[in-house]
């Protein structure tokens, strides 16, 4: 009788062992799944992310104000100064064009 009860003893004990190591298992696994899953959410939410700045910059486009150079150089151009907008009426000035001050190479 002590011989059934050491057996049965052994054997409970490798049975809860093995259920266990079955159940360790199965939350490496579990957790292994959950990482995964993690990694995966956190592409899509960067993605996502991503679409909705270039949503965003689509719709908020940096645009010239056409309308109001347009009315500027009119508003010019009834006051009689005309011209192209880098020059003016008049033009350029000789004194401006010398860089180095009142003297040119030719000694003028």
Known sequence: MAVS???ATAASSAFQYYQGRQQQ???EKQLAEQKAANKKAA???EKQQEANQM???KANQKK???SGMQSA???KQKAGVGGTLLTGQQGVGTDE???GGG???LGG
């Open 5 to 7: 009860a050491l057996v």
């Open 25 to 27: 298992k199965m939350q």
């Open 43 to 45: 592409a899509q939410a």
């Open 55 to 57: 949503a965003y910059n």
């Open 64 to 66: 010239a104000d056409v």
């Open 73 to 75: 150089i009119e508003a």
């Open 97 to 99: 064009l010398n860089l």
């Open 103 to 105: 003297s040119t190479l």
